[in-house]
């Protein structure tokens, strides 16, 4: 199974910079879609950026121009660039894949345990 461990969350201050990496324990050939997802307390999730297998790129438009999703295949590591960041950035960013399963037709989406960005003063 796909494992997936992000990290380099943390406290920052308005404008700052963070650079969140996801690390797959598979190839990212293997993976179809790397996404970064957040969510903070009492609000719904949301995609905040996502990378496809053809280099797709998609941002949820408040981080665009700010965020730049990213992906190293030798390391098996994507990556979420965050500059310019706004207390309204504050969430748990959680990374996600999808990818097929061995002996499976259908893709299956892989989850990271999550972590937490605070912007403030």
């Known amino acids: 199974q796909v494992q997936l461990v992000e990290s380099g969350g943390g406290l920052v201050q308005p404008g700052g910079s963070l650079r969140l990496s996801c690390a797959a324990s598979v190839s990212i050939f293997s993976i179809n879609t790397m996404s970064w997802y957040r969510q903070a307390p009492g609000k719904q999730r949301e995609l905040v950026a996502s990378?496809?297998?053809?280099?797709?790129?998609n941002y949820l438009d408040f981080v665009k121009g700010r965020f730049t999703i990213s992906r190293d295949n030798a390391k098996n590591t994507v990556y979420l660039q965050m500059n310019s960041l706004k207390p309204e950035d504050t969430a748990v960013y959680r990374c996600a894949a999808t990818a097929t399963p061995v002996g499976w037709s259908n893709p299956y989406t892989y989850w990271g345990q999550g972590t937490q960005v605070t912007v403030s003063s």
């Open positions: 990378i496809d297998s053809g280099g797709s790129i």
